[in-house]
């Protein structure tokens, strides 16, 4: 089986740091330069990770790359995981970067790669541009391309099978809109507590308070023409999405806006605790929540994962229209020889099958999929495995959460401040999306 799984301005204090080092071209000319790989040559890299104790990923593909090449060691650094973006700008900025490190999203990718810090990986991307079974797009940049994607998380909707069940309600099926799974909350509402399960606190959804959890569903699904909406300030493609999150919340079917933030609700424990019926959230979650029912953190429960619910009105592709970004790795174009050699080595390992299968061996989406990767993510003991599971897994139009592109990232942080002031109700949507606009074109993102 293959298939194609289609994927996802500077901060002030990261464009500094860009300035002050004088950089301003585009990444490197290291792929032209890679020596070949030397295997018997001992070699040592460095690569960089976040939370390594609770974050198997990082140790998982240098421990599998190792297996393979002998020779070169993989050594991991560890960031932290709040001050990631923050920590590495510092080292790019001295020339101290690992050689090895991830790029999170795409919000600040261009900037990244802007900083002379990446080493051109054109030369990997090349070895897979008529691979169906990976999207590299995301990471081109004027022809070029400075990372590549290991990871590839898609959302879907995570259910609690036995939550239905006992209330007597019909579970996803694969062909909700988000008003059929607006019906499906409001019915569980009115049966879980005869289902013996506490009014109280035991919700039919949680929507979690960041503001991909609107505006990442709204993006994808409208259209997904950037040009000429997010990077123009015409936001009118949220209001609906809003309208509905403003209604959830209303009728008591989530946790409301301010209480999840100020209380810092874990939406990991508010499923994991059969506190809530539903959560919308990335395919991630799947890799939490098999390690805490085996570990007892969550408990037990049958759960599955359904497609993402649709736009009511419009439907613009054959398959379920989500968003995600990919998680890229890049290289430090500080490195040369066998030492560049063996970091770019990495990466395309880490992109292709092999760092596929590692990831998937401990339910983590890869950016890879092939029928063994999918084979080795549905072996893991405790995945749900149902067939709308494994459909809502692999199928799907997964859009970019982030657009690339000059002035996203102060946009995205001005309508990080529209979601708060909308959920919080204390401005209007239509104001809070006007005042984003303005405040955009303010700050130079936007050109009327």
Request: aromatic fraction near 12%; include cysteine.
């Amino acid at each position: 089986m293959k298939f194609n799984h289609t994927l996802k301005a500077a901060t002030a204090a990261f464009a500094a740091v860009v300035m002050s080092a004088g950089l301003a071209a585009c990444g490197s000319d290291s792929a032209g330069k890679t020596e070949a790989l030397d295997e018997n040559a001992k070699t040592t890299i460095t690569f960089a990770g976040w939370s390594l104790d609770s974050t198997p990923e990082f140790k998982t593909l240098a421990d599998a790359f190792n297996k393979e090449h002998k020779n070169i060691t993989v050594e991991l650094k560890e960031y932290s995981a709040d001050d990631y973006d923050t920590q590495l700008t510092g080292d790019i900025s001295g020339g101290s970067q690992p050689d090895v490190f991830p790029i999170k999203n795409l919000q600040k990718y261009k900037t990244y790669a802007e900083s002379e810090g990446l080493a051109d990986l054109s030369d990997i991307a090349a070895e897979y541009a008529d691979d169906d079974n990976i999207d590299v797009s995301n990471y081109e940049l004027d022809g070029k391309y400075y990372a590549m994607p290991y990871r590839q998380d898609s959302w879907v909707l995570f259910y609690n099978k036995d939550m239905f069940d006992k209330a007597g309600v019909a579970a996803p099926d694969g062909t909700w809109t988000w008003d059929d799974y607006t019906k499906a909350a409001e019915e569980l509402k009115e049966k879980l507590p005869a289902a013996g399960y506490d009014a109280n606190s035991v919700y039919p959804t949680y929507q979690h308070n960041w503001q991909s959890v609107v505006q990442g569903f709204a993006l994808a699904q409208t259209g997904y023409d950037v040009d000429n909406t997010f990077f123009k300030g015409d936001f009118s493609y949220l209001k609906p999405y809003y309208e509905r999150a403003l209604k959830w919340q209303d009728e008591g079917l989530t946790i409301d806006w301010n209480t999840s933030n100020s209380t810092k609700v874990q939406y990991q424990a508010q499923f994991g605790t059969q506190k809530a019926a539903m959560l919308p959230m990335g395919t991630w979650f799947a890799a939490t929540l098999v390690s805490q029912q085996a570990s007892g953190d969550a408990e037990d429960f049958t759960w599955g994962m359904a497609p993402i619910p649709q736009n009511p009105d419009e439907s613009s592709s054959d398959k379920p229209v989500t968003f995600g970004d990919p998680t890229g790795l890049a290289v430090s174009s500080q490195i040369d020889g066998q030492k560049l050699a063996a970091a770019k080595e990495f990466v395309k390992w880490a992109s292709g099958e092999g760092g596929a299968k590692a990831l998937a061996a401990i339910a983590t989406t890869p950016a890879y999929f092939s029928d063994a990767v999918v084979d080795a993510y549905f072996g893991v003991d405790g995945m749900a495995s149902d067939d709308l599971t494994k459909q809502a897994w692999q199928e799907h139009d997964t859009k970019p959460e982030n657009p690339v592109g000059e002035g996203s990232d102060t946009i995205i942080s001005l309508l990080k401040d529209a979601h708060s002031s909308i959920m919080t109700k204390t401005s209007s949507i239509d104001d809070a999306l006007a005042a984003a606009k303005q405040n955009a074109i303010d700050q130079g993102a936007i050109i009327e």
